[in-house]
């Protein structure tokens, strides 16, 4: 093997890794943002219609369904295979081939962006009225109400996260990198989208420790605080 065979090897493990990686990045984005949707909608279903809740709420039905809309996400993301490839060094999105355009409308506002949130903020809607009435006429147990507000409260902080990360992501992208005043505002936009994108990741854990006792013990048994 020459030199030259040598590079072109060494270029195809290396697009083969760019193609691979982004499109895992963007199978796990994607699915932590439909699983607040499902989540949402959980809530809803426990909430409006609890006979139809009680006949699917087992752990059967929970784990045919996460494997279900795993593998329809990880199909919608699979044409990133294509579109992204390694140019000037960089994993870069190819903006030449052909519905590019078409393809990322789609991934940003059906995908991950507009159509989730529109989603998540209809359904907590709904569970906020309900739960509003169930309180005013004290139905559901109190686990039921409880495991409501939990989830409620870990649909809006997804809400919240995801907007202002977006509007950080936006804001660094409209930044002109002319000046290094210009380069400094996008790294500042860039790292404080990353904050956001943070905590939107690890506030779930504090929730659950406030929200749920069988979590708090599991935890403590874990770490041999308790016995």
């Known amino acids: 093997m020459n030199s030259s065979d040598l590079g072109y090897t060494i270029m195809d493990k290396h697009n083969i890794i760019c193609k691979i990686s982004w499109m895992t990045m963007s199978w796990v984005y ?4 439909w699983h607040v949707v499902t989540l ?8 409006c219609f ?3 809740y009680k006949q699917y709420a ?11 809309e795993g593998l329809i996400i990880g199909l919608l993301n699979a044409p990133k295979i294509i579109y992204f490839k390694i ?4 994993c870069i999105a190819l903006t030449d081939k052909i519905l590019y355009e078409e393809y990322f409308i789609f991934d940003t506002y059906v995908l991950t962006r ?3 949130i529109s989603l998540v903020v209809f359904g907590n809607v709904v569970i906020i009225y309900n739960l509003m009435k169930w309180m005013k006429s004290r139905h559901g147990s109190n686990s039921e109400v409880n495991t409501t507000v939990l989830l409620l409260m870990i649909s809006i902080s997804f809400l919240v996260f995801l907007t202002g990360s977006n509007y950080f992501m936006i ?8 000046t290094v005043e210009g380069q400094a505002d996008r790294l500042f936009y860039l790292a404080i989208a990353s904050v956001f994108v943070l905590f939107n990741c690890n506030i779930n ?10 979590f708090r013990q599991t935890l403590l048994k874990i770490f041999s605080l308790r016995n």
């Open 171 to 178: 804001s660094a992208i409209n930044v002109s990198t002319d």
């Open 58 to 68: 087992k752990p059967t039905y929970a784990r045919k369904f996460c494997i279900l």
């Open 40 to 47: 949402t909608f959980e809530r809803v279903l426990c909430i």
């Open 30 to 33: 994607s699915s932590s943002v």
């Open 50 to 52: 609890p006979i139809i």
């Open 87 to 90: 140019r000037h060094d960089i």
């Open 205 to 214: 854990f504090f929730y659950y420790i406030f929200f749920t006792k069988s």
């Open 114 to 116: 507009f159509v989730p």
